[in-house]
């Protein structure tokens, strides 16, 4: 079965000249070896970016997400490896770039933000001159004077106020939601086409988790560069990205526009997921829902569906068991949905023609 | 940030003080009669009576100490017990031999640690890696006056290359002009490169002799912070704006890993100043450590409880300026931590 | 050793398995440390040398026979013999069972000793602690090797004194760490808890304190072994610690530098290799065990 399915990956490899195709992943798998066995971080995942567009990787802890996004980039480091798979920027072949080629590409052609503002930035330097070093880096023949200029440039462009005053600071001197700003700086430093952003919000509190999203927003429609925003956080998927790709124990179990997603999921983790959303309407009914049981070990997966001891649909169910599902193809053309699961089909149906009742999902 | 200073002063002065008390019993503690032993074993019991007053040995032990260290802090050091000379003068003309070596020693295991250590932990290089935990196991296992003779065993002994135990320079040759008491940096401001030269090879086997032990220590400590900071995830940032490796591991790791370093090699450099006895012997170096030995046999008070003062004394001012440099390099000392919305 | 992977992959496993598991994974790792186990059989072998070496070897280590003086090593005199004819071999192991037992003695009364020191600045507080810690920092700022000398000095030369003044030496490190174990303890949540539900002061320290305590005392103790044994081979050395004829490794490597300088270089330097692997492999242990127990704490900036 897993042979079948990677000759199905396997077949659309070669990406066709396709101007508005940004960035193509074809197969990629990463492993850790540890002594508790060989972990499985990204197994075989395949996605597409287009110029501009603002994909969502949602899903939960220890799936996978941010092992994909340093995958992406060569970032991966001892004891992880990419093993396979192919990864296309603007048409040019990553994966198999020497470090030192993949230098040019980070920082410049793709940009990375971090999950804990806190601990991202290098404490005994100055936030100017953490900004003015991706700028000099990739900017070649600019001045220090030109570099520290466009620092206090992007620095006022993330809404950090007094910035001329503020680049020489220290990040220790600055707030979570401050130093996230300067690291949303240090990454559109030099217009990236592509900006990663692994759970930019996840540290920060709410009402300052709006404003960076509000700032990453703004930022990204004014130099028109695409966005991969992973998060745990539905709401912020919702309001900010065009598609949403869901990851479960290392693989992409559905992926289809947002407004599709949301309002007719098809795998049983989408719909459990979106579900588990406090819904203050029915928080006064009783217990938060949640979803029962743990992700499974990525070093000690089960044949099947990863998800079967947790699905309310298919736990027990033979096929489930025994099968690891394909990625299909459901719904009609304007509102497709490749989910993995073996009773995608049927469940689009339903909630296509309802028997009884729409199922909705806002 | 003044603060901290006062308050490490303070405490500095009071430990001085704790490191005289101390000083003072043990030595009084001592058994045998320094009054006796200057006035020579013949003397009659006026003369040794005499030598007592005159030394002020006969006040109470209060009376004793106070003089004690009101003459520290004056300058007013005394005569040497056994040799008559004024233990400024003695302690003054053996310890630039003392410093170069410590000095010297200093360099070698630092600089050698530093880069070491850099490379051990750069990339996933498990050879090297393993030498250098390997030797870093071994130099701190290694007694530095055994080290100190195989060295001689082999370079000297048997294969001639290095000069024996005959201290700075060979019995033959004259020091050059005194300028610092560095017979390395005299030489070479008065041109004698000649006399460098052997000055130098005079120190190669004692400088590594010194500096094993804390060249282990230090390249162990930082090797170990490198591998900390390594893992931080601030240095996968780094790495994803495009800087290379090498850059990222020195320009990023290194100032991170650096202070507790920092904080240690203080203390190996006041302990390097403050004379290695074994190695001087074996050297026949004629530095401090070789002299406190024999004072202490000797019971010469005089120098001993200067000595003792004096490098309590260079402890705490060393451990006062690594304090300083600490909020120098480390802004997180430096500057408050401010919430600024 | 990316952080950003071991916050987001962490693998599932159910909580028995995971303990059973544990325990076998410690074991494991215990064997795959090739350095800790070669650490480890360097002790024994010493021990058993020291312990069984008048067992199986029949020269004598201090019979003295001009005779044979200064004789390379043979099959006969497997370490050679040294300038008044004796058996170095022999010699070798009866140094090992010297700076073995002094070591371990250091070594326990020095934690006894600092240890109780220790809690009791970090339990009292106030005046007490401050004289304690004032009276600690007063011997630290001594070179220990002047100190201990003017100990052995004052008090009259020998293996005993010699241990005396390593003793006190070693007592500051452990009264501080010891100090600052107990103070860290003392604000962890679970002792508030303790207090909360009303035990005493003494069973607090008794039931919390003291294990975590032990574990910490254990590894500066092994540690503070290399270091016992080198002060004590260094004080031999210059003739304060161990008197000649005694087998000590520091004075048979006195006297060794004699020899050494004539070509005869069996005389100092296998003491000498006596002392390197002890302190090695106690070095190399109390890592492994540091490790083990307490990797980021207290000791991890001594």
């Known amino acids: 079965m897993a042979a079948e399915r990677e000759q199905m990956t396997e077949q659309t490899a070669q990406p066709e000249p396709n101007d508005d195709l940004l960035l193509r992943v074809r197969g990629l798998k990463t492993e850790f070896v540890t002594r508790r066995g060989t972990i499985k971080a990204v197994r075989d995942v395949s996605l597409d970016v287009h110029r501009a ?51 040019v590409v980070r920082g410049r052609n793709v940009s990375l933000i971090f999950q804990d503002p806190m601990t991202s930035l290098d404490p005994v330097m100055t936030i100017g001159s953490q900004i003015t070093e991706s700028i000099l880096k990739h900017q070649r023949g600019i001045s220090r004077r030109a570099a520290r200029d466009r620092a206090i440039e992007l620095l006022r462009d993330v809404e950090v106020p007094l910035a001329e005053r503020r680049i020489d600071d220290f990040p220790h001197q600055l707030s979570g939601g401050m130093r996230q700003r300067v690291m949303i700086a240090i990454a559109l430093a030099n217009d990236p086409d592509l900006l990663i952003a692994d759970e930019p919000t996840t540290a920060l509190d709410v009402t300052t988790q709006a404003q960076v999203i509000d700032v990453l927003e703004r930022l990204v429609e004014e130099r028109n560069a695409a966005v991969i925003l992973i998060t745990h956080n539905l709401g912020v998927v919702a309001e900010f990205c065009d598609t949403v790709k869901v990851m479960y124990a290392g693989r992409i179990v559905e992926e289809a526009t947002t407004d599709v997603l949301f309002r007719a999921p098809t795998h049983p983790y989408t719909e459990a997921l979106l579900h588990s959303v406090p819904d203050p309407k029915r928080l006064a009914r009783g217990p938060l829902p949640t979803i029962p049981g743990a992700p499974p070990s990525l070093a000690d997966l089960p044949p099947g569906c990863s998800f079967e001891p947790r699905c309310p649909l298919g736990q027990g169910v033979e096929v489930c068991l025994e099968q690891a599902p394909f990625p299909i193809e459901v719904g009609s053309p304007g509102s497709i949905v490749v989910s993995e699961c073996h009773f995608a089909q049927d469940r689009w149906a339903e909630a296509h023609n309802p028997t009884e009742g729409v199922q909705s999902h806002e | 940030m003044v603060r901290v200073i006062v308050n490490k002063v303070t405490s500095s002065i009071a430990t001085i003080f704790g490191a005289s008390v101390v000083a003072f019993v043990l030595l009084r503690v001592l058994p045998g009669d320094p009054a006796r032993l200057i006035a020579g074993s013949l003397a009659s019991d006026e003369a040794i009576a005499g030598v007592r007053r005159q030394l002020g040995l006969d006040q109470p032990l209060h009376v004793q100490y106070i003089r004690y260290i009101t003459d520290f802090f004056t300058g007013d050091w005394g005569f040497s017990f056994s040799s008559g000379v004024p233990v400024k003068e003695i302690l003054g003309s053996r310890f630039p031999a003392t410093a170069e070596l410590a000095l010297y020693a200093f360099l070698f295991a630092f600089l050698s640690a530093l880069v070491l250590a850099l490379l051990a932990t750069y990339r996933e290089w498990p050879v090297v890696d393993g030498v250098v935990r390997a030797l870093s196991s071994f130099g701190l296992g290694t007694p530095p006056f055994w080290f100190a003779i195989l060295a001689l065993i082999v370079f000297f002994e048997q294969f001639g290359l290095l000069p024996g135990p005959s201290g700075r320079l060979s019995s033959a040759t004259t020091p050059p002009p005194l300028l610092t008491g560095f017979y390395t940096i005299d030489a070479l401001v008065a041109g004698q490169f000649d006399i460098l030269g052997e000055a130098i090879k005079h120190l190669i086997l004692p400088v590594v002799s010194l500096g094993l032990v804390p060249f282990a220590f230090l390249v162990r400590l930082l090797r170990a912070n490198l591998l900390e900071i390594s893992s931080e995830p601030f240095i996968v940032v780094v790495r994803s704006k495009g800087i290379g490796r090498w850059l990222t591991h020195v320009r990023h790791a290194l100032p991170n890993a650096f202070l507790p370093t920092l904080t240690a090699s203080g203390l190996i450099l006041a302990e390097l100043l403050t004379g290695s006895v074994l190695v001087e012997r074996i050297f026949t170096w004629p530095g401090v450590g070789a002299l406190v030995v024999d004072s202490i046999k000797r019971q010469d008070f005089a120098v001993v409880q200067t000595f003792i003062l004096l490098s309590a004394s260079l402890y705490i001012l060393v451990n006062l300026v690594v304090d300083i440099l600490y909020g120098v390099i480390d802004p997180r000392t430096r500057i408050p931590t401010t919430e600024a919305r | 050793m990316s952080a950003t992977v071991s916050q987001s992959i962490e693998p599932q496993t159910g909580a028995t398995a995971a303990r059973n598991s544990s325990f076998r994974e410690a074991v494991g790792i215990f064997f795959e440390d090739r350095a800790l186990l070669l650490a480890l059989a360097v002790i024994i072998l010493l021990l058993g040398l020291a312990v069984l070496g008048p067992v199986f070897w029949a020269k004598d280590p201090t019979s003295v026979d001009a005779g044979s003086a200064l004789e390379p090593p043979s099959a006969e005199h497997l370490m050679g013999t040294d300038g008044a004819g004796r058996d170095v071999f022999a010699r070798f192991y009866a140094g090992a069972r010297i700076s073995l037992t002094v070591g371990a003695i250091v070594v326990t009364l020095g934690a006894i000793i600092g240890g109780l020191i220790g809690m009791i600045a970090g339990t009292s507080g106030g005046w007490l602690d401050n004289l304690l810690m004032r009276l600690m920092d007063a011997i630290l700022a001594f070179p220990p090797l002047i100190l201990a000398m003017a100990v052995t000095i004052g008090l009259g030369v020998g293996i005993r004194t010699a241990a005396i003044g390593i003793i006190i030496t070693s007592v500051p490190w452990y009264a501080r760490l010891i100090r600052s174990e107990v103070i860290r303890v003392r604000s962890l949540p679970f002792i508030e808890a303790a207090v909360a539900i009303g035990a005493s002061r003494a069973r607090i320290i008794g039931r919390h304190v003291i294990p975590h305590v032990i574990s910490t005392l254990l590894v500066q103790a092994a540690a503070s072994f290399g270091y016992a044994i080198l002060t004590l081979a260094a004080l031999g050395f210059v003739g304060l610690g161990a008197q000649i004829p005694t087998p000590e490794w520091g004075a048979m490597i006195t006297e060794g530098l004699a020899h050494a300088i004539t070509g005869r270089w069996w005389v100092g330097v296998f003491p000498g290799l006596g002392v390197l692997m002890a302190v090695t492999a106690a070095n190399i242990v109390a890592d492994r065990a540091r490790a083990l127990l307490d990797p980021r704490g207290a000791l991890a900036d001594l």
């Open chain 1, 53 to 103: 567009e603002k994909v969502g990787i949602v899903g939960e802890s220890g799936c996978g997400k941010s092992a994909l996004a340093l995958s992406i980039l060569g970032l991966i480091s001892s004891p992880g490896r990419v093993v396979a798979g192919e990864v296309w920027l603007n048409g040019r072949e990553l994966a198999s770039l020497s470090d030192r080629e993949m230098q």
